[in-house]
């Protein structure tokens, strides 16, 4: 099958899992997440898994922060997203996105997202520039890190910084 209608097929089969068939679902959504090649369906499987089996070592976990009281664009709050997800090389794939918590608003030129070890040290940068075709709603850093690494995502517009502490 194509990537596509495999990921409509785990879109489906999250929608209608029922408890007497969960755990042939369960182990559908593991064969998956085990056998793709594609990043983008492996996570729509493990965060499919996490709706039907939340505690399943393999699901994926998103923690959303909206940090609108500090970086606002025109009032509205930004919002900082830290997905983590098993992988195959016994570490946790990492997606960090940073976008407008309500629309999707144009990102204004300047703004930057870093990814920091504990100790403050830059790992991955990305930063919004003027010389972009398309206007950017979000940014996003991938990583892979090793179970029980301490991080810190920095979030920094002209002179206003947010700093977030991530434990593992």
Known sequence: TSDAAQQRLIITVGE???EDDESSVIDELV???NTTQNDDTRWLAAG????????????????????????TL???P???IVSLMPNAQQEIAGIIELKSATTAQSLPV????SLLSETNQLIDEIVVTANQT???TI??????????????????????QIIEDIHL
């Open 16 to 18: 209608l899992a029922k």
């Open 74 to 76: 025109a009032e509205t």
């Open 134 to 136: 398309l206007p950017q």
């Open 110 to 113: 300047g703004l930057r997202l």
């Open 78 to 80: 930004l919002e900082l």
């Open 139 to 160: 940014l996003r850093i991938s990583l892979d890190i090793e179970p029980g690494t301490d991080f810190r995502v920095c979030v920094t517009l002209g002179d206003r």
């Open 48 to 71: 499919t898994l996490a709706r039907i089996a939340p505690q399943h070592p393999q699901a994926a976990h998103c923690l959303k922060k909206t940090i609108g009281t500090y970086l």
């Open 31 to 33: 064969a998956i997440i």
